[in-house]
Structure formats: C-alpha cells, structure tokens
C-alpha cells in the first residue's frame, strides 16, 4: 500500500477522535500543552494500537467486530455525551472537560473512537499488507488530529461557556449515531 493511500486512511480513522478531541476540549479552562499531549497519546495510541490487534486476530475477530463493535462504540458516545450535556446544564459546563481528573472517560472515548480501526487491522490481514508503517502513521496523525482538537475546542470553549458543554455532548452523541447508522444501514 502506497504512502498516500495509508494517509489518508488514517486521516480517516482521526476524524472521530479529531471530533471527540474538540467536544473534551471545549469544557477547558487550563492552559498549556498537557491535555493536547495527553488526548492525542490517548487516541494516537489506541488508533495504533487497534489495527495491529486487528490485524493479528485478523479474521477470527472480524465477525465480532462486524457486528458488536458499532454498538459498543454507540452506547458509550452516547452515554459520556449525555454526561457532558447533563453536567453542562447542571454545573453550569464547569465539570464538562477531559482536565477533571477523570481519565476513565478519557480512555472510553479512546477506545469508542479506535474500534474501526481494529476493523482496518483485520482488513489489513485478509489483504496480506504489512501493519507496522500504517499503525504508526495512523497513530501520528491521530494524536496531530486530536491535539489539534483540544486546543480548539478550548478555544471554542472560552467563547461559549455552558453551551459549549451542551454542544460538545451533541457531537459525541451525533458521533455515536453515525457509527451506528453506518453499520445498520450500510
């Protein structure tokens, strides 16, 4: 597979993560590198990650994967997004960030966003294609795409305050639809 083809496959892949990074972000206060460093190594790590996995289980898990997968990604989107608009009505958008200590959330959203990508990685092995080079280019552009990601929605943030909240739980919650319209209709 050529560069330019797994590029864009993981540019692909980082969109979701590229999303859910501004949605995190836009409840942020903190200034600084940390939480951009953090989500990307986050995402950019599980978005490597998956495919290899994929890729070694190759078709054994595609059934599961196939099928569960959506799902599982849907209700967790779902569930953390409707957390953020609850606590962005609640609290007033105050506790509506990745900065809350809560890093439990952090790595279900980065296990929501890379399921795909651990169908790319059995892709990858029923098509015979070496998973190294397209594992590490996936995972650096998705921790580019998400670090990128916080520090927008932090910007988002500051200019709309609690409904910045409310809007970053929608794009999780509209995320999780996708995927699953994606798998039921298509």
């Given at each position: 597979?050529?560069?330019?083809?797994?590029?864009?496959?993981?540019?692909g892949l980082a969109m979701d993560a590229f999303a859910v990074s501004i949605s995190?972000?836009?409840?942020?206060?903190e200034r600084g590198n940390r939480w951009p460093i953090i989500a990307g190594t986050l995402f950019g790590g599980f978005q490597a990650g998956m495919p290899?996995?994929?890729?070694?289980g190759g078709t054994a898990v595609a059934e599961l994967v196939g099928f569960y997968g959506p799902w599982i990604a849907f209700l967790l989107l779902v569930l953390i997004g409707g957390k953020m608009i609850l606590e962005a009505v609640l609290d007033g958008g105050k506790s509506v960030?990745?900065?809350?200590?809560n890093a439990t959330t952090l790595l279900l959203l980065a296990v929501a966003t890379s399921?795909?990508?651990?169908?790319?990685?059995?892709?990858?092995?029923v098509l015979g294609i070496p998973i190294l080079w397209p594992a590490v280019i996936i995972g650096i552009v998705?921790?580019?795409?998400?670090a990128v990601g916080v520090v927008l929605g932090r910007s988002?943030?500051?200019?709309g305050?609690?409904?910045?909240?409310?809007f970053g739980g929608v794009i999780l919650i509209g995320i999780g639809l996708r995927i699953l319209l994606d798998h039921l209709l298509f």
């Open positions: 597979m050529d560069a330019a083809t797994t590029i864009l496959i993981a540019i995190g972000g836009t409840g942020m206060q290899v996995l994929g890729w070694l960030r990745f900065a809350n200590g399921i795909d990508a651990l169908a790319v990685g059995v892709s990858f092995a998705t921790f580019a795409f998400s988002i943030g500051r200019i305050g609690r409904n910045a909240g409310i």
